[in-house]
């Protein structure tokens, strides 16, 4: 394939979409776009029958009009120009991207729209202790993303702790979840479970098996309350500009996902810092209720866990089928990245954005046939 900046043919660019490869064209400029084509939130096909065109009619609208993060991201892989002898007799380039023609000579060749003039941070050293630096400037920086791997540590050992693999997270909790299900449920059957037995022997409730499905269905829906809660309150929290540490502390927790939203190795919370905080809910939910009672909603509640980071990475990495539940929740989740931050926190469903008044506004999400 073509190299990153070099004059190409028109036949060229059929050539390589003839052999599988997905280029774009927004006037003379050249895209491929190959490497997104799956993970694109219209579909494969939606872009696959843009190959080998010019796309600035449908990335402007309407029916949807792409937001400057989405322009931002398409920059990233330019790769090269009509020769100008081919060039079109159509109205001239006047696609706004956000990066200068001076910059884009600059680009690093995995992240065309980076460097440190435009960036403002060293993508060569790990980015966690930069970034406090920032100031003013982090929020708006944070939120243009990126399609590129970070690297957080100096340390290799700590950096591997802060990734994992998506399967890990099934591996790793999936038999927690079924060996206190198997638990609880014994407990239960026993029959020496009573709630309020702490205040009144006289009028407490006893606790049966049968109670164990309901509960964990409770504890899954206590959890979708959580899932918005932290992703709104905690996740995308605004740092004090002066705060070097809250700054810092906000791009390990949620920022840096926000900075490269498809680096699929920190797409899901890596099982040793996601033990502190699961044994905080354990050790809440068995001080305050009776053990086996809130053991059964703690195992309902960390299986609705697993479920949303298995959701969440699917949402960036699958291609649900058009019309679609996934398929419009994927769509809805991207308009969060890309241009509704401030929206949109529902990731397994949208149902606490209704209530909170957080939802993206339908229109701004539909995608065309």
């Not at 040793?272 to 309902?300: K, M, Q, R």
Request: glycine letters at 8%; aromatic letters at 16%.
């Amino acid at each position: 394939m073509a190299s990153p900046g070099r004059m190409l043919s028109r036949g060229e660019v059929q050539r390589v979409c003839a052999g599988g490869g997905c280029l774009v064209l927004l006037g003379r400029r050249v895209y491929d776009v190959s490497g997104f084509v799956g993970l694109h939130p219209g579909g494969e096909e939606l872009l696959r029958s843009r190959a080998g065109k010019d796309v600035r009619r449908d990335l402007q609208g309407p029916p949807h009009r792409h937001s400057r993060n989405a322009r931002r991201w398409l920059e990233q892989h330019f790769l090269g120009e009509i020769s100008p002898e081919e060039k079109s007799q159509s109205h001239p380039e006047t696609w706004d991207t956000g990066v200068t023609a001076a910059a884009a000579k600059m680009m690093d060749p995995r992240c065309k729209a980076v460097d440190e003039e435009t960036d403002l941070v060293d993508w060569r050293k790990p980015l966690l202790w930069q970034v406090g630096y920032l100031g003013e400037k982090y929020d708006e920086w944070v939120h243009q993303p990126v399609s590129r791997p970070i690297r957080l540590f100096h340390s290799d050992f700590i950096e591997s702790l802060s990734k994992t693999a998506w399967y890990m997270v099934c591996l790793v909790w999936i038999p927690v979840v079924l060996y206190l299900s198997w638990y609880c449920y014994t407990s239960l059957a026993r029959g020496e479970t009573r709630l309020f037995a702490t205040f009144t022997t006289a009028y407490s409730i006893p606790v049966h098996k049968y109670w164990f499905p309901p509960l964990f269905v409770l504890g899954m829906c206590i959890w979708s309350f959580l899932e918005y809660f932290i992703h709104r309150f905690i996740f995308h929290m605004k740092p004090p500009a002066s705060n070097y540490y809250l700054i810092t502390f906000h791009f390990m927790l949620h920022g840096q996902h926000h900075k490269s939203p498809f680096d699929d190795s920190r797409l899901v919370f890596p099982p040793a810092p996601a033990f502190l905080v699961i044994s905080f809910f354990y050790v809440f939910a068995t001080v305050v209720f009776p053990e086996a009672f809130g053991l059964s909603l703690f195992t309902g509640g960390l299986f609705g866990y697993v479920v949303y980071d298995m959701t969440h990475y699917y949402l960036h990495y699958g291609s649900p089928k058009k019309g679609t539940y996934l398929y419009r929740l994927k769509s809805y989740h991207v308009k969060h990245h890309f241009e509704h931050q401030k929206a949109g926190f529902g990731i397994t469903s949208t149902f606490w954005d209704h209530p909170f008044q957080t939802l993206i506004p339908k229109e701004t999400f539909e995608k065309e046939d």
